[in-house]
RNA sequence: GCCGCUGUAGCUCAGUGGUAGAGCGCACCCUUGGUAAGGGUGAGGUCGAGGGUUCAAGUCCCUCCAGCGGCUCCA
């Protein structure tokens, strides 16, 4: 006599055990027409599922009462529909053996193992979707089966499919005392696939899907293992859902830093200088500029001391911190030492017995610095320090280098030449917390200022259970506690993790999402009591004895390279005026007000404003046009009457009208203080009636 | 590194074995135009590189390089 608890609170009881679609039946006709799935005590369940005792249930909807789309039902037809593209699959690619197939948050992919001789091709989707619109029309009801884990293992053997073999074996050992399948259809007859479920009722509920993309991906991610092909696809309840989400893509795409990097010439790579070696060009490098010098005059402010060091160092000094050879798969090859070369030729030493010696570390030589820190440590250590000298802060805009796998270079958010915001503190244990604490006041302050908002924070922590870590209990808990206080002060998503830490220290991780939904790292802060031990390094405490100074690596952006591609698709490519490659493009409205337009483009510049003039023999029209692809902040569009008046027409990026006309001497001194406030102030508060004349 | 896809003018792309195309951009000419594309003319390509098949290759095959989507990796 199961009592049914609904979402509103209220309770239904029965006589006997009954289906989740029968209670929404009880509901309402409409509910039952519109419910896809079930909640059963907060699990997703199929609609067909019986219920037999107490519970609480919620009837699953394409869409929530406030009209949103449901997470839970898009599962349930994006998982569904992943079954329904399988059975195409194997339609049109005989052979192809089925591995696993989840669904996502944005749909759905397959793991496939096709035979070596029919791989699958775009070319096929058609084909595929083709097969998918006739399965979904014959609206089959998702039949779920039971067999007790035995028989079901004996039924897989009969069938021979090792990948299921092995889910269901996964499954057993996951504590599962029977296997389910789904069939599409009916058992027996129709397609089947070995299944957890849950599904949507009928194929037919499955509105409208799209096969996105081919990947490969590794059996249980495991590169010696079976290559297998994975199929994206996604699926929605109708097709306007659809197309919103293939016009979300494409919105998404037009932000991508790479395509907004080259169409505003920001960065170029060339192949003639090398996989991920970004070149800077004059419009990107302004950006980076101005972020740079105003991240190191608040360093200075805070202070930090600039140092400068060189690219290259000896390999000792990258055995002594570490680096070398433990990491020597991600550092381009060492930049040998000439005697060393003579000697390995005159011994006559093979190829793979001078790259085995790399990786045994017995070379001489030296390394294109895949790091900062040895150099700075060199710098911390070049004079003796007393307490009284902590914290030494030093800071470089250091560039290094790592060999990235070709197939991991991403853009500027993935290179194997970037520059860190880098500082190494050196400091008291006592100092750690104060320390921290002033790193991620810098963060908070530069996200704030860029209106970054969308990011989160990881405080990497020791696993209590492994003897792996450095330093002592006192000393972690100390540390791990100054990283959570300070993290906290952030504002912003902070996740805790145990296990994350490095052994050398607990860190702190800034992670951003990018407009593909990618998450990538950004900058760090993290505690180490490793390199100073491996340094020797110390300094003369109060009481006249040698003690061991703690090190904070921390870049708040981590990579300029990578930050600049978070920033190009945080603003779309419009950037603020005051890191704007070009901030001002004056538009003569003809050659008769061409030496006005120069007249107020000496002024701009006169007053260090990034400005130009459009000459070009064009209409106004076209040039307002392409200073809006340019996404030049401020467009000053100069006529007869303006240069009559010692006036400007001002226009601002993404505003459809413009916002009148303003004396020249006014709009200088308006997008001066703009860009020395970081747009605190702007040009249209200057132009409000409330801000003339004041 | 691995799997798949892609590579044609500065950019975006069309071109499935038979004389290399379009739009934008660029140059020049006309136009001197007041708020999101005025008109015309022209220049610009060893079709990513190398090899092969063929009477004939941008097109088919192989190798390499690069980009993209993933997998693995990321001190």
Known sequence: MPRITLPDGSVKEFDAPVTALAVAESIGSRLAQAAVGAKVDGELADLSTTLTKDCALAIVTPKTRDGEADPDALMLVRHSCAHVMAEAIERVVPGAQLVYGPALE????YD???????HLKEGDFEAIEKEMAKIVKEDRAFTRYELEYGEGIRKLDGE???????NAHRAHEAGSLSLTWYATGEPGKDWEDLCRGPHVPNTGRIGAFKIMSLASSYWHGDENSDRLTRVYGTAFFNKKDLNEHLTRLEEAKKRDHRVLGKQLQLFHFDEAVGQGLVLWTPRGSIIRKELQDWIGTELRKMGYSDVFCPHIGKLELYKTSGHFPYYSDSQFTPVMDREFIHRVADEGCSCSELSNQISMGQVEGYLLKPMNCPHHIKIFDSQPRSYRDLPVRLSEFGTVYRWEQSGELNGMTRVRSFTVDDAHLFCREDQIGDEVRGCLRLVKLAFETLGLTDFRVRVGL???????????AEVWDKAERACLDAAAELGAKVSEEPGEAAFYGPKIDFIVRDVIGREWQLGTVQVDYNLPERFDLWYTGADNTKHRPVMIHRAPFGSMERFIAVLIEHFAGAFPTWLSPEQVRVLPISEKSSAYADEVHAALMAAGVRASVDHSNERVQAKIKHGAEWKIPYLLVVGP????????????????KDLGAMPLGDFVAAIADEISSKGETNVRARMSPAGAGT
């Not at 944005?106 to 992919?109: E, P, S």
């Not at 259970?465 to 450095?470: G, I, L, R, W």
Request: glycine letters at 14%.
């Open 106 to 109: 944005t749909g759905f992919y």
């Open 112 to 118: 496939i193992a096709f035979p070596e001789d029919r």
């Open 160 to 166: 021979g499919s090792k990948y299921k073999i092995d």
């Open 462 to 472: 020791r696993d209590p259970d492994s003897a792996k870590y450095v330093g002592t």
């Open 641 to 656: 009457r303006d240069a009559e008046g010692g006036v400007v027409s001002v226009r601002a990026f993404g505003e459809e």
